[in-house]
């Protein structure tokens, strides 16, 4: 614990030390590539490609931050990232709402009266949400998504609140329709993954801890699945493309597991995100948790708070806040086989809110162990 202890302590510091977007004047790639503890080698045809990365990167970033935006574009560990690199962080998918290979529990039934003006699951008192989780170079935000949904749903039925393993849903959730990839650190839906932890029940972190940071698969481990702590009965899903029944959830029913686009979140922050253009179309290819919701005074601006799996030096201590408005934009989701549908599923469909955030929320079900 003591080792842990200093390991987060160390992250920390290093977080904080890492420049803001008003402090880049200057910064150079050999800078960069000791904040934020790069292998690369001077000299080597790696350091080079790199460093033309970087300071492509950074010519994006400076560009954007003399516009007139809500938020704010920075530096952090994926910005000397290749777009394929950066496409793989985005291995969710949630949507199966349609297809019938896994059915909700129950539907959400949105309440009666007004909604409280802001809501922020973060200052729960007992704690609901575990500390930022770190998926690195694997497509497992899906297994993130599930994992972080049954620790919320757990610790809002019991008090408790577990760190739960992603490994375990990431090694061993089935997918044979391939929806939202093909597993692993190749992309799920966190639906197939609620299904599969309700038959087996899931792990404390420390009994089965993350391997799959580097990109690698790793089998399923009947005996690692010997140790369940807690349990699911199934999901409820929260009305598609219903951003004011999503508002309603994360009032009443807590923090919700959400589909988005997150094509362009890889240089975010701080401020109000509204860079998802649906006249540009969209792909829902990420699974987060949506834990709040508020109004910013000082930008004038309503928001969705967001919980990302890309650690706590990315964004806002691993927050994103989203534009909200009454009005909810909506747009074409055109490529669903890429993102949250399964094999064969072509046809575009409708997403609404920003990044297509009332595209597709659920919440786990808690059940006490068998």
């Given at each position: 614990m003591l080792r842990k202890a200093l390991l987060v302590a160390t992250l920390v510091a290093l977080a904080?030390?890492?420049?803001?977007?008003?402090?880049?004047?200057?910064?150079?790639?050999?800078?960069?590539?000791?904040?934020?503890?790069?292998?690369?080698?001077?000299?080597?045809?790696?350091?080079?490609?790199?460093?033309?990365?970087?300071h492509e990167e950074m010519k994006a970033?400076?560009?954007?931050n003399v516009e007139q935006h809500s938020w704010k574009k920075g530096i952090n560990q994926y910005s000397d990232w290749t777009e394929a690199e950066k496409t793989?962080?985005?291995?969710?998918?949630?949507?199966?709402?349609?297809?019938?290979?896994?059915?909700p529990?129950?539907?959400?039934?949105?309440?009666?009266?007004?909604?409280?003006?802001?809501?922020?699951w973060r200052d729960a008192n007992p704690r609901v949400l575990t500390a930022v989780k770190d998926q690195g170079q694997c497509g497992?935000?899906?297994?993130?998504?599930?994992?972080?949904?049954?620790e919320t749903a757990t610790a809002l039925a019991t008090g408790n609140l577990y760190v739960l393993s992603q490994q375990e849903i990431a090694s061993c959730t089935p997918n044979p329709d391939q929806c939202g990839g093909t597993g692993g650190c190749n992309g799920a839906i966190a639906e197939l993954a609620i299904d599969y932890i309700k038959t087996v029940g899931i792990q404390e972190e420390w009994t089965w801890p993350y391997q799959s940071y580097w990109g690698k698969n790793f089998n399923c481990s009947v005996a690692a699945t010997s140790f369940p702590v807690t349990n699911v009965s199934g999901y409820t899903h929260v009305g598609h493309n219903d951003a004011d029944a999503v508002l309603d959830a994360l009032a009443h029913a807590?923090?919700?597991a959400i589909s988005v686009d997150a094509s362009q979140w890889s240089n975010y922050e701080s401020g109000i995100f509204s860079g998802c253009s649906y006249a540009k179309n969209i792909s829902m290819d990420h699974a987060v948790q949506a834990v709040g919701y508020g109004f910013d005074e000082t930008a004038n601006q309503a928001y969705w708070l967001v919980r990302n799996s890309w650690s706590a030096g990315w964004?806002?201590?691993?927050?994103?806040?989203?534009?909200?408005?009454?009005?909810?934009?909506?747009?074409w989701n055109v490529d669903p086989q890429n993102g949250d549908g399964c094999k064969g599923q072509t046809a575009p469909e409708w997403a609404c809110g920003e990044c297509g955030i009332g595209y597709d929320a659920l919440y786990a079900n808690y059940a006490p162990l068998a």
């Open positions: 904080t030390a890492r420049p803001k977007w008003h402090e880049l004047k200057g910064y150079t790639f050999e800078r960069y590539v000791k904040d934020f503890g790069k292998p690369h080698k001077k000299g080597s045809a790696e350091w080079a490609r790199r460093e033309a990365l970087f970033v400076n560009a954007h793989r962080l985005r291995g969710n998918k949630v949507g199966m709402k349609k297809y019938g290979f896994t059915k529990e129950k539907l959400y039934s949105r309440t009666v009266g007004p909604l409280p003006y802001s809501v922020d497992s935000c899906w297994a993130h998504a599930a994992t972080e949904a049954i807590g923090p919700l964004g806002e201590h691993g927050f994103i806040r989203l534009a909200r408005s009454a009005t909810h934009a909506c747009g």
